[in-house]
């Protein structure tokens, strides 16, 4: 079960052979998905010579095989990790019974809606990034940014294998919508607002890869718990290319940092004019990046207190990420003490599942600061990064549009609009880190804001020729 069959168009390893009407229904939507790329997918470089890694195997170990491909040319298919016997549900009112293999009637539309949204946003986010490539800072950081465009790519296959092969005709046109709504567009755009924010600077892709990316862990991590097997199954493969992204997003703003300690150690100075004027990236300038991206991802846990999410884990839809950890799965007679504008309010913990999740990533994002902290205070700098507070410049739940501070104090309305280009990138700011955006292309070469990172792909040096050009 574990091996990838990589003879048939579409490689798999659900024995798509066996369904000759569901192999059809997916061939005929391959083609859909590859014009999607080549005219939504990164820009001018589909003809590079790309060193990717490809799923081999959902084993733990040595899944990836790494070669040199052609992004068009990349094998996306559907994989599934691999069943676990006697597998029962984890959480919920329906707790200890097995779990489904198709979906219950009564929960047809909510599991079509999740698997919507999340395979919404992986297009998106190839959208998002399109014309990244023409900027990047080295040939490696071209590589990550194709690796990681790829992936989402065929994350999007992950949930339209679902879409057709359990939803029916339903599922078919939501598979078409999802490459008909794009990023930004006006009339058809993405259904979450961060999949729309535009990602026009490398900054903004190391943000966006740690903090919304991470909001996709947690989300897939929440859905590999669920009741419906097969959407379980899809999430934990999902989760093993999504740490490689991550992984993009923490060592590039570490790399990031290093390389303003070390032009502040060059200029004698931390004046944000003279870092600038250096070509650096000014701590302050960083901490804005963070509390825009910081803030537009908390959105995407949805409301804090949400009766959708009660009612998707109540019915075995969606669990905790980590389920397994917590000792109450049923959750019925708790509550939450939520943090409201109008003050401290006990809600029953059902309904606070989002805000619980929300939590449980902010810890997690908190891994990266303390890193990147460490790295200052070496550097004998008394500066520290930090993560807004959850209630700042909110745009969903009990504190949209209310005007508080990244400290988490709520203050009037006038200063609240005469700070925010202090807490946010202000369109100077946003210009000052576009004017560093040049394209370095040399192997080994690296963009003067951003020190190299510590190792190369897969063993191999840093100034390996990671994409051909041509
Ligand atoms: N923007 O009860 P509520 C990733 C809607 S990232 C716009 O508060 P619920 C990735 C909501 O749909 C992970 N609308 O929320 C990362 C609902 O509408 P309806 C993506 C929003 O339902 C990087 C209404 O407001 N995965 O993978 O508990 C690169 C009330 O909703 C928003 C998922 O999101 C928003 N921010 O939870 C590539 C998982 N928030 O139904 C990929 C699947 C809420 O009344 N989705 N609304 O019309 C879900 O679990 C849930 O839909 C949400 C919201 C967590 C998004």
Same mark, same amino acid.
Request: charged share 25%.
């Given at each position: 079960?574990?091996?990838?069959?990589?003879?048939?168009?579409?490689?798999?390893?659900?024995?798509?052979?066996?369904?000759?009407?569901?192999?059809?229904?997916?061939?005929?939507?391959?083609?859909?998905?590859?014009?999607?790329?080549?005219?939504?997918? @990164?820009?001018?470089?589909?003809?590079? %010579?790309?060193?990717?890694?490809?799923?081999?195997?959902?084993?733990?170990?040595?899944?990836?095989?790494?070669?040199?491909?052609?992004?068009?040319?990349?094998?996306?298919?559907?994989?599934?990790?691999?069943?676990?016997?006697?597998?029962?549900?984890?959480?919920?009112?329906?707790?200890?019974?097995?779990?489904?293999?198709?979906?219950?009637?009564?929960?047809?539309?909510?599991?079509?809606?999740?698997?919507?949204?999340?395979?919404?946003?992986?297009?998106?986010?190839?959208?998002?990034?399109? #014309?990244?490539?023409?900027?990047?800072?080295?040939?490696?950081?071209?590589? *990550?940014?194709?690796?990681? *465009?790829?992936?989402?790519?065929?994350?999007?296959?992950?949930?339209?294998?679902?879409?057709?092969?359990?939803?029916?005709? %339903?599922?078919?046109?939501? =598979?078409?919508?999802? #490459?008909?709504?794009?990023?930004?567009?006006?009339?058809?755009?993405?259904?979450?607002?961060?999949?729309?924010?535009?990602?026009?600077?490398?900054?903004?892709?190391?943000?966006?890869?740690?903090?919304?990316?991470?909001?996709?862990?947690?989300?897939?991590?929440?859905?590999?718990?669920?009741?419906? %097997?097969?959407?379980?199954?899809?999430?934990?493969?999902?989760?093993?290319?999504?740490?490689?992204?991550?992984?993009?997003?923490?060592?590039?703003?570490?790399?990031?940092?290093?390389?303003?300690?070390?032009?502040?150690?060059?200029?004698?100075? %931390?004046?944000?004019?003279?870092?600038?004027?250096?070509?650096?990236?000014?701590?302050?300038?960083?901490?804005?990046?963070?509390?825009?991206? $910081?803030?537009?991802?908390?959105?995407?846990?949805?409301?804090?207190?949400?009766?959708?999410?009660?009612?998707?884990?109540? *019915?075995?839809?969606?669990?905790?990420?980590?389920?397994?950890?917590?000792?109450?799965?049923? #959750?019925?007679?708790?509550?939450?003490?939520?943090?409201? @504008?109008?003050?401290?309010?006990?809600? @029953?913990?059902?309904?606070?599942?989002?805000?619980?999740?929300?939590?449980?990533?902010?810890?997690? $994002?908190?891994?990266?600061?303390?890193?990147?902290?460490?790295?200052?205070?070496?550097?004998?700098?008394?500066?520290?990064?930090?993560?807004?507070?959850?209630?700042?410049?909110?745009?969903?739940?009990?504190?949209?549009?209310? @005007?508080?501070?990244?400290?988490?104090?709520?203050?009037?309305?006038?200063?609240?609009?005469?700070?925010?280009?202090?807490?946010?990138?202000?369109?100077?700011?946003?210009?000052?880190?576009?004017?560093?955006?040049?394209?370095?292309? !040399?192997?080994?070469?690296? =963009?003067?804001?951003?020190?190299?990172?510590?190792?190369?792909?897969?063993? #191999?040096?840093?100034?390996? !020729?990671?994409?051909?050009?041509?």
């Amino acid at each position: 079960m574990s091996g990838i069959n990589y003879s048939e168009k579409i490689p798999n390893n659900v024995n798509l052979t066996t369904d000759r009407t569901l192999q059809r229904a997916l061939e005929h939507w391959q083609p859909h998905f590859l014009e999607w790329w080549k005219g939504m997918g @990164p820009t001018d470089f589909q003809g590079a %010579d790309v060193y990717l890694r490809t799923a081999t195997s959902v084993d733990a170990d040595g899944w990836a095989t790494y070669g040199t491909v052609k992004m068009p040319d990349y094998r996306w298919g559907i994989f599934l990790a691999d069943p676990q016997k006697d597998r029962t549900i984890g959480f919920g009112d329906s707790m200890g019974q097995p779990v489904w293999q198709q979906v219950p009637g009564e929960y047809r539309s909510t599991l079509r809606r999740l698997i919507v949204t999340q395979g919404d946003t992986e297009p998106a986010s190839v959208e998002q990034q399109r #014309l990244l490539g023409h900027t990047c800072p080295s040939l490696y950081d071209l590589r *990550n940014l194709f690796q990681v *465009n790829v992936e989402e790519g065929r994350h999007l296959w992950a949930m339209v294998y679902l879409l057709h092969a359990y939803f029916g005709r %339903d599922g078919r046109e939501e =598979a078409e919508e999802l #490459l008909a709504r794009h990023s930004g567009d006006a009339d058809k755009p993405r259904i979450l607002t961060t999949f729309n924010e535009p990602i026009s600077d490398w900054l903004s892709f190391y943000c966006f890869t740690y903090f919304t990316d991470r909001d996709g862990k947690y989300q897939l991590k929440s859905l590999a718990e669920s009741g419906f %097997d097969p959407l379980s199954r899809t999430c934990r493969f999902m989760l093993t290319e999504e740490a490689h992204h991550m992984f993009v997003g923490e060592t590039g703003i570490g790399r990031v940092v290093k390389r303003t300690l070390e032009v502040m150690k060059a200029l004698g100075s %931390d004046d944000p004019a003279k870092i600038r004027a250096a070509g650096a990236v000014d701590l302050p300038l960083l901490q804005k990046y963070l509390n825009f991206w $910081c803030s537009s991802s908390l959105d995407l846990f949805g409301n804090e207190i949400s009766s959708n999410s009660a009612a998707n884990f109540a *019915n075995g839809l969606k669990g905790r990420p980590d389920e397994s950890t917590y000792e109450d799965h049923v #959750l019925r007679d708790k509550t939450f003490q939520l943090k409201t @504008p109008q003050g401290d309010q006990a809600v @029953p913990m059902l309904n606070a599942l989002n805000e619980v999740m929300r939590e449980s990533y902010l810890k997690d $994002c908190e891994i990266g600061l303390k890193r990147w902290n460490r790295q200052i205070e070496r550097a004998g700098h008394a500066f520290r990064l930090t993560l807004p507070a959850t209630n700042f410049r909110r745009s969903i739940g009990a504190w949209m549009g209310l @005007p508080v501070g990244p400290d988490g104090k709520m203050i009037a309305k006038e200063e609240y609009d005469k700070n925010l280009y202090h807490w946010i990138p202000s369109p100077e700011d946003k210009a000052f880190v576009h004017s560093l955006m040049k394209r370095v292309a !040399e192997p080994g070469k690296m =963009a003067g804001w951003v020190a190299p990172p510590e190792r190369g792909i897969n063993n #191999l040096p840093v100034e390996y !020729e990671y994409v051909k050009l041509h």
